[in-house]
């Protein structure tokens, strides 16, 4: 570990994991119009060049985040920026369907990977109190990716076979990243579950006034549990609400229809707006609200309940979903206002998801779950997130043809319905509690001391 390291330039790079994220589910967007011209691909293939990734995305989320637990987590989010150069390599000199899946497959791993390690590891490394905004960081990291894709897509969109550009592209943000790790700190609740206690207080100091390090590392070294749980400590009564609550929560975020917009908004704005370029124009158009809606939700975050701001997410959500879908068909028809109403209610969309299910949820992932189990736990909660990509990736285009966007966004709209009754009656509130507080209330819970 560096010396005299800026805790801002910790926090940053910490999640600049989130960026190749962010990176690879905007840049998809706009290749998928220039892998079709180049191979005239059905919309089948379509769905497994996209999903592709999440394949390889469960296996990394699951297998990276698990050997966090091992071997800490600076060093697998260094293994993640080497994988993800290796699969944007590979995706960009891909010379057949084929071998373009395979390649982002292993692109996907390193995504995965990383989906579950920075949450965990911008989790234990904040404070309390300002954990929401410094975890949310690797939620504006991922938008922040996103627009920048978008502007790639619109960069190569008239070069020829300009999408192994964009793919190719990736590789800048894993040297970044592995560039980062250099100065990034190892987690001090992983130096202590290692027995390397000085360690971990120096690091605390590092990222905290002396007063609140030697506070923070009392409390770690006091914790109930700091060893690491085998596969069973996840079905304890401690442990299986808080993996129940997490996975519920990553599968929902999936399921709520944000992805539809991330990786097909550019073909379906096409059709509505009757061009690709305004297909394309119009999603760098929503990828800067994200990124604005983003910047906000780090200002106010830890100012509400979580719970709260999933809740009122899933109500301006679905909304937005019963309008678009009710809106689109005169929009098809090419009357202007239909046209602008249905760009307009898919960025207020985009704004309600941006500050509860999009940024909220990887910082609850981050909190959740007992220190023992905590890997393990993180790396399933993003698995089933994966998951839930896999299944939007992969049947959407096919729905499309066969249902239409309309019937889509409604089912997408009953889902939210179901995301803000998971808020209310599963989760449970982790606002301003410490990592040791939150596993101090699942261990009174598991005994009945609290309801």
């Known amino acids: 570990m560096m010396k005299n390291v800026s805790p801002k330039l910790i926090y940053f790079f910490g999640a600049f994991g989130g960026f190749m994220f962010g990176y690879d589910i905007g840049i998809i967007n706009g290749a998928l119009p220039g892998i079709s011209a180049t191979w005239q691909v059905s919309s089948w293939l379509e769905g497994l060049i996209t999903s592709g990734l999440f394949v390889g995305a469960m296996v990394g989320a699951s297998l990276m985040a698990s050997l966090a637990d091992r071997f800490g987590r600076r060093k697998m989010i260094m293994w993640s920026a080497i994988v993800f150069a290796i699969g944007a390599l590979g995706s960009a000199f891909s010379s057949s369907i084929a071998l373009l899946i395979i390649a982002r497959i292993i692109l996907g791993v390193a995504v995965g990977g990383a989906s579950a390690l920075v949450p965990m590891y911008m989790g234990e490394i904040s404070p309390a109190e300002t954990r929401g905004k410094i975890s949310g960081l690797n939620q504006l990291m991922i938008t922040v990716g996103m627009l920048c894709a978008y502007g790639v897509n619109y960069a190569f969109l008239h070069v020829f076979e300009g999408w192994r550009w964009m793919l190719g592209g990736a590789m800048v943000p894993a040297i970044v990243l592995l560039l980062g790790t250099l100065v990034l700190p190892e987690s001090p609740r992983f130096l202590v579950r290692i027995g390397k206690n000085k360690l971990a207080l120096k690091v605390l100091h590092q990222l905290r006034s002396p007063e609140e390090a030697q506070s923070e590392y009392d409390e770690i070294i006091n914790s109930k549990q ?157 698995t089933v997130n994966w998951f839930g990509n896999i299944l939007v990736a992969l049947f959407f285009p096919v729905l499309l043809e066969k249902v239409g966007l309309s019937i889509i966004f409604f089912g997408f709209a009953a889902i939210c319905v179901i995301g803000f009754l998971f808020a209310k009656y599963v989760l449970y509130e982790t606002k301003g509690k410490s990592l040791e507080e939150i596993e101090k209330y699942l261990y009174n819970r598991s005994i009945r001391k609290i309801g």
Request: a positive charge; one cysteine or more.
């Open 226 to 382: 700091s060893y690491s749980g085998s596969f069973k400590d996840l079905f304890t009564k401690e442990a299986l609400p808080a993996v129940i609550a997490g996975c519920g929560l990553t599968l929902l975020q999936q399921l709520q229809g944000a992805n539809t917009i991330f990786y097909y908004s550019s073909q379906i704005l096409a059709k509505v707006f009757g061009s690709a370029i305004g297909g394309v124009v119009s999603t760098v158009g929503i990828g800067v609200v994200f990124v604005l809606a983003t910047v906000v939700t780090l200002l106010i975050v830890d100012k509400f309940k979580r719970r709260t701001l999933f809740m009122s997410g899933s109500i301006g959500m679905g909304t937005c979903l019963l309008l678009v879908g009710l809106i689109y068909p005169a929009a098809r028809a090419n009357h202007a206002w239909a046209t602008w109403a249905v760009f307009f209610f898919i960025c207020v969309y985009v704004i309600f998801y941006a500050y509860s299910w999009a940024a909220v949820t990887w910082i609850v992932v981050g909190e959740l779950f007992p220190a023992n189990v905590r890997g393990m736990a993180t790396g399933i909660a993003s």
